[in-house]
Every structure is written in C-alpha cells, then in structure tokens.
C-alpha cells in the first residue's frame, strides 16, 4: 500500500467533503490518520540515521528500533487495509439505500397517489397550488379595494364638515350648557330645600 497524502490535500478534502458518502468521509479521515502515523515512524527511522554507535551492542539496539519502526509502519497499514474491507461494506450499503430511495421517488404512481396530488395542488396544499395564488390575488384586491373606501370616506368627510359647522357648534353648545347644570346639581347638598323669603 502506498499512501502519499500532503498538508494541502488534506485541507482541500475537508473544504470539499460537503457532498460526500458518510462512509467516503470516514475513510478520507482514516487515509489522513494512518498517513500521519505512517509519516511519524519514517522520521524515527531517518533520525535513527544520525544517532551514532560505538559499539557492537549499541548497533543491534539501532537495528532493533529500526525493526521495531519497521513493524509498527506494516501494522498500521494493515490496520488500515482491514478497515479499507468495511468501508467498502459501508459504502455500497449507503449506495444501495440512495439507489433505493431514487428507485422509490421513480416508480409510476397509482391512479389513487395522482389523484391525492391533483387534490393537493388544487387545495393549494402543496407551494404553488391554484388556491394559494387566488388567495394571493384576494388579499391584493382586498387592499386596494380598503385603500379606496378609506379615501372616499375621508373626501366625503372633508366636504360636509363645513356644511355641518353650525349644526356641529350648535350641538357643542347644547353639550356645555348640559353640563354646566349637571354640575350646578351636583354643588347642591342633599336634603336641601330651597325656599323664597320676601321682604
């Protein structure tokens, strides 16, 4: 197995991952981890390089690290590859249920199913349906129609105010003077009696 994935490309992968598999996702996600361990090990064997040896033991503990690097790398692959046969499971399981879902939304619909849609658009239940449009229109109608009765009574209004001034003043004077008398009575204490004395 070779993996060769650089910075770059991992962050391209996320920024683009909007439209993928979730199974696609996760096994991008499991590239980039087991390319970062895989890439963790070979700089311990390249520093193994520069570590110097004075003896013959120390060289067989070099080797034995270097082995040792050696192993972990063709595990971590291996894990990887294993991994690789249930994405793979994954994947065509999430293709079949999207393939299934288009086949669902493609099979031709009962005479019943037409109806029920004919229905529906006709009710206006669905966006679009012949009823919410005239109910659109309605509403429009009904606030011109609102403008134009505020208007005309407001002009009919205006024109015979001033026709109506005396009878208006008229009526404000008949008011005041009603009031005022109430007032006076009620000024008067209860149980008063009023009488005349001449003199």
């Keep these: 197995m070779n993996i060769s994935w650089d910075q770059t490309s ?3 992968r996320r920024m683009n991952t909007a439209g993928m598999l979730k199974s696609t996702q996760d096994r991008l996600e499991r590239q980039e981890e087991t390319q970062k361990q895989v ?18 033991e120390e060289i067989a503990e070099k080797l034995k690290m270097f082995q040792s690097y050696e192993d972990q790398i063709a595990s971590v692959k291996a ?10 499971l994954d994947e065509s399981t999430e293709r079949g249920e999207q393939i299934a879902e288009a086949v669902e939304k493609m099979e031709p619909k009962t005479s019943e199913e037409r109806m029920e849609e004919m229905a529906e658009e006709a009710l206006g239940i669905e966006d ?16 011109e129609l609102t403008e134009e009765l505020v208007e005309e009574t ?9 026709e109506n001034a005396d009878e208006v003043a008229q009526a404000a004077g008949t008011a ?8 006076n009575v009620a000024e008067i204490p ?8 001449r003199l």
């Design 79 to 88: 894990a990887y590859n294993q991994e690789q046969m249930f994405h793979i």
């Design 10 to 12: 991992g962050i391209l």
């Design 190 to 197: 209860e149980g008063y009696i009023p009488f005349d004395v």
């Design 154 to 162: 407001t002009e009919e209004l205006t024109e015979a105010l001033p």
């Design 128 to 143: 679009g349906g012949e009823l919410e449009e005239a109910m659109e229109e309605l509403g429009e109608v009904v606030e």
């Design 39 to 56: 890439d963790f090990f070979e700089k311990q064997k390249e520093n193994l390089k520069n570590v110097a040896c004075g003896s013959v």
């Design 176 to 183: 005041e003077a009603v009031q005022k008398e109430a007032a």
